[in-house]
T-cell receptor, first 113, second 110 residues
């Protein structure tokens, strides 16, 4: 089954404790992206990757890191999480570039206390 | 800069028709997407318009006017399961980035 898989689905952590949210897709898509979704603000793009080893900042990259060492995986790293990073996070993949249909993971609800 | 506007909330009656509007301002144009998002779930693709006009797909249709920076999503024969948020999204920066509207929460009443 074609899918984007994120883990974990739910995470509660403390300020400053490094964490990684994993994202994997099995559709051989070139483009992958991370978003955060906050009430009233909609989906905001954090980072994106056009292909392996090619990543760039979206609209809200501060406090986040990503890597794309393999085509299927695109982890999101929070080196020192803060409470303002409490949010619902989605990973998405598209066949090629942002102008193709996006397939979203199930979401990760992160709480930083 | 980039900007997308859509109404925050709408209410409609089961069996009726509803139109959800979206206006956008972007540098360059690479098409416009509509996604549906049920509460607590991931967004799912509904439509993609790159040329002016209306595209119909079952009960859902999407319209685009590039000269006006305007799109709408038309939902016919509304069903209770259509209660969801509808997100308008536009790729920009040579389609490398994507901006989403804040979404329109549609409630269907019996």
């Amino acid at each position: 089954e074609a899918q984007v898989t994120q883990n974990p689905r739910y995470l509660i952590t403390v300020t400053g404790k490094k964490l990684t949210v994993t994202c994997s897709q099995n559709m051989n898509h070139e483009y992958m992206s991370w978003y955060r979704q906050d009430p009233g603000l909609g989906l905001r793009q954090i980072y994106y990757s056009m292909n392996v080893e090619v990543t760039d900042k979206g609209d809200v990259p501060e406090g986040y890191k990503v890597s794309r060492k393999e085509k299927r995986n695109f982890p999101l790293i929070l080196e020192s999480p803060s409470p303002n990073q409490t949010s619902l996070y989605f990973c998405a993949s598209s066949p090629s570039g942002g102008a193709t249909e996006a397939f979203f993971g199930q979401g990760t609800r992160l709480t930083v206390v | 800069g980039q900007n997308i506007d859509q109404p925050t909330e709408m209410t409609a009656t089961e069996g009726a028709i509803v139109q959800i509007n979206c206006t956008y301002q972007t540098s360059g144009f690479n098409g416009l997407f509509w996604y549906q998002q049920h509460a607590g779930e991931a967004p799912t693709f509904l439509s993609y318009n790159v040329l002016d006009g209306l595209e119909e797909k079952g009960r859902f249709s999407s319209f685009l006017s590039r000269s006006k920076g305007y799109s709408y999503l038309l939902l016919k024969e509304l069903q209770m399961k259509d209660s969801a948020s509808y997100l308008c999204a536009v790729p920009y920066s040579s389609a490398s980035k994507i901006i989403f509207g804040s979404g329109t929460r549609l409630s269907i009443r019996p």
